[in-house]
């Protein structure tokens, strides 16, 4: 069965500096990997996702996340924080090529000026 | 970029009572839509899929008496709470594609609370 971990419920970072959400998988096939956000009282948008190939992929608004399988790892990142990206932030897996997503639990990120 | 919108967007209903929460794709056609619910704290959890025209398939563990969903037409699914209690407060949230495992755009959310 797979099964997402999405460490720290909640993250704080001041603006402009460096954003990192944590988010480990369980598996047993190849996954596909996914990071969501959701601003408030809309629905969730997707950030970027991971398939096959390159391991580091670029989504939108400046974040990255990086496949480790090594480390079975999905961690988001974004070099400067902005204000604008307060939201909570969902990882998910699917079991390769399928509809049915798993989610964690989500984290919700504030930004201080 | 394409948009789900639920409705309502809160409700709340005693206990006993039948729910309906909508689930529409406003400017695109979704041959399948998916129901999820989220629990305070908790990931959000598939509950069923529904294909347009077709029977809804449900999660292990779903009752499918309980969470009537239909899926009428390539716009609109509804998902019916029967004889919600407050065990069924939750956060109901829809997604919706176009084809296969194309991309899912997901609705808001709808939060029931039932006393």
């Known amino acids: 069965a797979q099964s997402v971990t999405q460490l720290g419920s909640h993250v704080s970072v001041s603006e402009g500096a460096l954003v990192l959400l944590r988010c480990n998988y369980s598996s047993s096939v190849p996954p596909y990997l996914f990071w969501y956000v959701q601003y408030p009282n809309q629905g969730l948008q997707l950030l970027l996702k991971y398939t096959t190939g390159a391991t580091l992929v670029k989504g939108i608004n400046g974040f990255e996340a990086e496949f480790k399988k090594s480390e079975t790892s999905f961690h988001l990142t974004k070099p400067s924080a902005h204000m604008s990206d307060a939201a909570e932030y969902f990882c998910a897996v699917s079991e390769g090529n399928t509809d049915k997503l798993i989610f964690g639990t989500g984290t919700r990120l504030q930004v201080f000026p | 970029g394409a948009v789900v919108s639920q409705h309502p967007s809160w409700v709340i209903c005693k206990s006993g009572t039948s729910v309906k929460i909508e689930c529409r794709s406003l400017d695109f056609q979704a041959t399948t839509m998916f129901w999820y619910r989220q629990f305070p704290k908790q990931s959000l959890m598939l509950m069923a899929t529904?294909?347009?025209?077709?029977?809804?398939?449900?999660e292990q563990g779903v009752e499918k008496d309980k969470f009537l969903i239909n899926h009428a037409s390539l716009t609109l699914s509804t998902l019916t709470v029967t004889s919600a209690h407050p065990e069924d407060s939750s956060f109901y949230i829809c997604s919706a594609r176009v084809t296969p495992l194309a991309k899912q755009f997901f609705g808001p959310g709808t939060r029931l609370t039932v006393l």
């Open positions: 529904s294909n347009e025209g077709s029977k809804a398939t449900y």
